[in-house]
């Protein structure tokens, strides 16, 4: 077998690194023999191991190091993503396989490593000050069915450039290709010359796993991904808490728009994935005047209008009643062809997006549904659109957007609606960074106010001062 260069040099690292270590016989390993890369069976020994290791990054890891291992991490994931989307597809049964592959690309590039942090530094007659974002130590992170593996790798390249480790709790009906994920990142950050278990998991996770984690006092962070079930849950734990909790966003398309992109973008971002994804335009409300063109516009992009009698039988299927609409988890994230053949439509191809020319009291509007069915609301007044709008976000203040070419309305609404992502004459999308400037997330963190998050998001600050004026030279 032939050793080339980038071999040698990490060879050469791990020997100065285990000399450097000095008494501690095997201080990569952190188990005690008990998971397997990564993956645990009880709670403890997924957090002593994490912890372990966690203690070895930041003791005898340098930031170059870090860097080193997020390459690493992402060289990996990208040769990995056909294997990942596939596999993340065939558990959940949501969404669609190559949208999978474009969300898994999109967090794999643009997740910023440690380049985001900044140390702030201040000078004056008294000396020095130093601000620098340390890590936190061990994080308990959960995540959503809706992008199992995603979230995992995105919180693991934040989370580890931020100098942690962290113990996921994952949905239990993605807990295999969790699992296979978790152990490729152990299995890349060892043989790139990190510390074992830097990344765990329960191998079977349960509501009691989330309490488990969250009391640990190993735990110093507990980072939640999903529905506001959970995120308040977490919130009533006492832990300090990073929360990203659900969305329902809405889209405002106003008479000065551009339609036809208007249709073009909303039928791209609302059929991507099936619609699982949190950030996805949920429900449209248009002003009166240009609402048929909008209509046509989106059946001209492969769109499918379902008439009274067929929203009610879509209705009756994909949603639960119960005093009020539920999701039917049967139905969540799955395919708008698969609804219609249910119904009896089996003549209209391969439909992505079903749309609904809907009034505001259709729970499609409300109800948070994750499903390719989008219903259209007239309006006759721009008031009327924001104050619909604003009532269908529930208070999420996660995301919404805006067609329009007169910036005072989409400031009018932005203002309004106070979420943490608006987007303007683009899919939501783009204010993720795909198609969009910036960088990715897939913890948009609403609730607490870190926003999208990145490795910042998951340090603390710490201050250290050089005082009696030192270390200046003016
Ligand atoms: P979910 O809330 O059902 O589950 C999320 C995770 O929390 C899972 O791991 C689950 O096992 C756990 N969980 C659920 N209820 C809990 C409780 N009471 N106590 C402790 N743990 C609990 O959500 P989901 O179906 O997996 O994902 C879809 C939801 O997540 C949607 O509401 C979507 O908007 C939201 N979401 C938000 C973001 C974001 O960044 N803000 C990202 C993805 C998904």
Redo the contacts with the bound molecule.
């Keep these: 077998m032939e050793i080339g260069v980038k071999e040698i040099e990490l060879i050469v690292q791990q020997v100065i690194q285990n000399m450097d270590r000095g008494a501690s016989p095997d201080p990569l390993k952190s188990s005690g023999g008990k998971g397997n890369l990564g993956v645990f069976e009880l709670v403890d020994d997924a957090v002593a191991a994490a912890h372990e290791a966690q203690r070895i990054y930041v003791e005898k890891f340098q930031l170059s190091d870090r860097n080193r291992i997020i390459n690493a991490i992402r060289e990996v994931c990208s040769e990995q993503v056909t294997t990942l989307a596939r596999m993340v597809w065939e558990e959940t049964s949501y969404g669609r396989y190559e949208d999978k592959l474009i969300k898994h690309r999109l967090i794999i590039e643009k997740t910023p490593g440690p380049e985001c942090l900044k140390t702030e530094a201040i000078t004056g007659d008294n000396g020095l000050m130093l601000e620098e974002p340390a890590p936190f130590g061990v994080i308990g992170a959960?995540?959503?069915?809706?992008?199992?593996t995603e979230?995992i790798i995105n919180n693991t390249i934040s989370m580890l450039s931020g100098g942690n480790s962290v113990v996921f709790?994952?949905?239990?009906?993605?807990k295999n290709c969790c699992a296979y994920c978790v152990q490729l990142l152990n299995k890349t950050i060892v043989e790139n010359g990190g510390p074992e278990n830097l990344v765990t998991m329960v191998k079977n996770?349960?509501?009691d796993t989330?309490?488990q984690i969250s009391g640990n006092p190993k735990v110093r962070l507990m980072v939640?991904?999903?529905?506001?079930?959970?995120?308040?849950?977490?919130l009533r734990s006492g832990k300090k808490v990073i929360?990203?909790?659900?969305?329902?966003p809405p889209v405002i398309v106003d008479e000065t728009a551009d339609i036809h992109r208007a249709a073009e973008q909303i039928y791209m971002g609302a059929s991507f994935d099936n619609n699982?994804?949190?950030?996805a335009e949920k429900e449209i409300f248009v002003m009166e005047q240009v609402a048929d063109e909008l209509i046509q516009g989106m059946k001209a992009q492969g769109a499918y209008l379902l008439d009274a009698a067929q929203m009610e039988k879509i209705r009756d299927l994909v949603l639960t009643f119960d005093g009020t609409y539920h999701a039917n988890?049967k139905w969540?994230g799955q395919d708008a062809g698969k609804m219609l053949r249910e119904i009896g439509v089996t003549n209209a191809g391969n439909v992505r997006l079903l749309i609904i020319d809907a009034d505001n009291m259709n729970p499609f509007v409300s109800v948070?549904q994750?499903m390719p069915v989008l219903p259209i609301v007239r309006c006759k007044t721009l008031d009327e659109a924001i104050e619909r709008a604003v009532a269908a976000e529930g208070g999420?203040r996660?995301t919404a957007s805006m067609f329009s070419k007169d910036v005072n309305h989409m400031t009018k609404f932005a203002k309004k609606i106070e979420t943490?992502i608006f987007v303007k004459n683009s899919a939501t999308l783009a204010g993720l960074g795909y198609q969009g400037e910036g960088h990715s997330?897939?913890?948009?963190?609403?609730?607490t106010g870190e926003g999208i998050?990145c490795a910042t998001s998951f340090t603390r600050k710490r201050r250290c001062v050089l005082s009696d004026g030192g270390f200046r030279i003016i």
């Design positions: 959960i995540t959503p069915v809706t992008n199992p979230t709790n994952v949905h239990p009906a993605s996770p349960t509501m989330v309490g939640g991904t999903g529905g506001m079930g959970m995120v308040n849950a977490l929360g990203a909790g659900a969305g329902n699982i994804l949190c950030f988890k969540v948070e994750l999420n996660h943490t997330t897939m913890t948009i963190a609403g609730p998050t």
